[in-house]
T-cell receptor, first 111, second 113 residues
Framework: GESVGLHLPTLSVQEGDNSIINCAYS??????FIWYKQESGKGPQFIID?????DKRQGQRVTVLLNKTVKHLSLQIAATQPGDSAVYFC??????????FGSGTKLNVKP | KAGVTQTPRYLIKTRGQQVTLSCSPI?????VSWYQQTPGQGLQFLFE???????NKGNFPGRFSGRQFSNSRSEMNVSTLELGDSALYLC????????????FGPGTRLTVT
């Protein structure tokens, strides 16, 4: 699909396993972060967000962890399903109305 | 509630031409941001409009411009198209812009030949 780059890191997991997708962000002043899922031929879809005053936030089957010390963000998907196969992006808000996106990780769920 | 819509979905243009893309945000959202997505560069921020004013701009040449109307609908224009402008152009809307959830449209696939 349009979102897949030539050298996107790929994470392959078995259906039913948990997935962890990692992201390093660059700006220590960023205070808001979003994870997006992009399927082939579609725009990015909002999954979950977290603000810098939190270090963990849970949604339905998803958890985002934020480590501000090392500027690291992770997305955990529980009981991964084939429908979770997509490219996942993290985005950081630099607090000046700009979002910066990571290069993305392709998640491949094997049945 | 209807999502973000973008028109057209696909477009083919020739080098040197200009193009206008349209985005209708989610009802009630006042912020519209535009992004360019390519395999080599990923998602890159173009600009953001809020209440008809451009609040921020990314690192793109002046050939890329935009505007927002009083109903929050937004257009972006690219003049003097180059081959490298071929990309998926995505529009995202949010209530306030910074620090609020952004929702993306399906994108407009622009091919420049």
């Amino acid at each position: 699909g349009e979102s897949v780059g030539l050298h996107l890191p790929t994470l392959s997991v078995q259906e039913g396993d948990n997935s962890i997708i990692n992201c390093a962000y660059s700006n220590s002043a960023s205070d808001y972060f979003i994870w997006y899922k992009q399927e082939s031929g579609k725009g990015p879809q909002f999954i979950i967000d977290i603000r810098s005053n939190m270090d963990k936030r849970q949604g339905q089957r998803v958890t985002v962890l934020l480590n501000k010390t090392v500027k690291h963000l992770s997305l955990q998907i529980a009981a991964t399903q084939p429908g979770d196969s997509a490219v996942y992006f993290c985005a950081e808000d630099d607090n000046f109305n700009k979002f910066y996106f990571g290069s993305g990780t392709k998640l491949n769920v094997k049945p | 509630k209807a999502g973000v819509t973008q028109t057209p979905r696909y477009l083919i243009k020739t080098r040197g031409q200009q193009v206008t893309l349209s985005c209708s945000p989610i009802s009630g959202h006042r912020s519209v941001s535009w992004y360019q997505q390519t395999p080599g560069q990923g998602l890159q921020f173009l600009f953001e409009y809020f209440s008809e004013t451009q609040r921020n701009k990314g690192n793109f040449p002046g050939r890329f411009s935009g505007r927002q109307f009083s109903n929050s609908r937004s257009e972006m224009n690219v003049s003097t198209l180059e081959l490298g402008d071929s990309a998926l152009y995505l529009c995202a809307s949010s209530l306030y812009g910074s620090s609020s959830e952004q929702y993306f449209g399906p994108g407009t696939r622009l091919t420049v030949t």
